[in-house]
């Protein structure tokens, strides 16, 4: 359902959107489909895991999202479930 629907509910408002994913043909289903099985074993995978730190700045501020950012990565590979 289109958020321009006249139809649809009234927008909820959050403030917590992990994601938001425009699926404009079956195929960009399909696709969005396979990133997330592709996400769900590199999330399995301890190597990938233990190098997630170094993708993120050093600082004090960052390093300590390190388990948001995991939670949420996890979440949504596995919408596709």
Partial sequence: MCITDPAMPEVLV?????VIVE???RLDYY??????RQSQELLADNAF????PGHLSPDRA?????PLLIKRMRKI???SD
């Fill in 62 to 66: 960052s390093q300590p999202r390190l």
């Fill in 77 to 79: 590979a596995e919408m």
């Fill in 23 to 25: 699926v404009a043909s």
């Fill in 49 to 52: 895991l233990d190098a997630l």
């Fill in 31 to 36: 696709r969005l489909e396979e990133e997330q």
């Fill in 14 to 18: 959050t403030q917590d959107v992990d």
